[in-house]
């Protein structure tokens, strides 16, 4: 049913209405990473209205651009849709549903920090670990750790689907990105530090030398996977979201990256070798983001190198609720393989 004002999702088509019923504006424009559009005024509604064929979502992010008479532009939520991610409104489908986690009881735990000297790169951090309540050897380490945390909510999943019992606890370890655009593209330097600084000092911290799931998005991804080639023993899976495994034919808008060079060339290299230290490896991908070709082919060589690898095309696009949703059931999987 379509609203008087605000949006609507139909299996179908998206629609959108803004009132105006002095017509104070010159021009509506729908700003979305998904689709956009020119919004039309209809004088029987005194309201400006855009309909779109559905894309491949079940939820879509998006701020509407305002044009006035004079000239002036603004660009603002949409003031008759009250649901909200950060400073952009969301449109649900009514296919799409929140993870069910979302609403369990946590499991109790603690958190603590660790300081790790990092010589390699000249640099330093402060990790981030919640250790859960019972006794465990097992360890998971996640890049852009403070993000995931506070808007892909990874802690709030870890302490739920422990106290489920739905995965085996274990320590999750949340490093901030420091020097990300250097660090995560693909850098030998700072994958000798994640290798030879960093998880020793949390395997002391911890009390195990287990090897550790490594999780990852975008760069973070790329950086994951980049650590675990180099340096296997360190590693026993790997989760990567929308991992930017950039190739020339896909991704030459991304060449303007200072670091986009030696991102192709160990893509390339990566994607050309006969094999590779296999690893159970869960990827995900938004099926209307530019790193979906990318990811199909990162899976695909994978997959060739002896590694156990699931991939998973999720309905949403690069950000931090898509990565969130896809955490259960795909992460969940990965532990429950790789921990049980």
């Not at 995931?148 to 422990?162: D, K, V």
Request: aromatic share 10%; with cysteine; hydrophobic share 40%.
């Amino acid at each position: 049913m379509e609203p008087a004002a605000g949006a609507w999702c139909t299996s179908t088509e998206v629609g959108f209405r803004l009132r105006d019923h002095e017509r104070r504006l010159a021009s509506v424009r729908l700003d979305s990473s998904v689709v956009s559009g020119d919004f039309r005024y209809r004088d029987d509604l005194r309201a400006w209205e855009l309909r779109l064929p559905r894309p491949a979502v079940q939820r879509l992010e998006y701020r509407l651009a305002l044009g006035y008479p004079d000239g002036a532009t603004e660009t603002v939520d949409d003031p008759d849709n009250p649901r909200r991610q950060g400073d952009a409104s969301v449109l649900w489908c009514p296919d799409y549903r929140e993870p069910d986690w979302l609403h369990l009881p946590h499991g109790a735990g603690r958190w603590h920090d660790v300081y790790l000297p990092l010589p390699a790169v000249r640099g330093e951090m402060v990790a981030r670990i919640w250790s859960p309540d019972a006794a465990t050897d097992r360890v998971v380490v996640v890049h852009d750790g403070p993000d995931y945390h506070r808007y892909g909510e990874l802690g709030r999943y870890t302490a739920a689907m422990i106290a489920a019992g739905r995965v085996p606890p274990y320590h999750l370890v949340l490093l901030p990105p420091g020097e990300r655009l250097e660090w995560y593209s693909a850098s030998p330097a700072y994958a000798r530090a994640l290798a030879n600084d960093v998880l020793p000092k949390l395997a002391a911290e911890l009390g195990t030398d287990r090897p550790v799931i490594g999780v990852g998005a975008s760069l973070g991804a790329l950086a994951m996977l980049h650590a675990q080639r180099r340096h296997p023993a360190r590693f026993a899976a790997l989760f990567l979201q929308s991992g930017s495994f950039f190739q020339p034919r896909y991704d030459r808008q991304e060449s303007g990256f200072r670091r986009y060079l030696r991102i192709v060339r160990f893509t390339g290299r990566v994607i050309r070798a006969a094999d590779g230290p296999g690893v159970p490896v869960a990827l995900t991908c938004g099926t209307v983001e530019e790193n979906l070709a990318n990811n199909r082919d990162m899976a695909r060589a994978l997959r060739d190198h002896g590694y156990a690898v699931s991939f998973a095309e999720v309905p949403d696009v690069h950000n931090w609720t898509a990565w969130r949703d896809a955490l259960d059931p795909q992460l969940t999987a990965l532990l429950q393989k790789v921990f049980n």
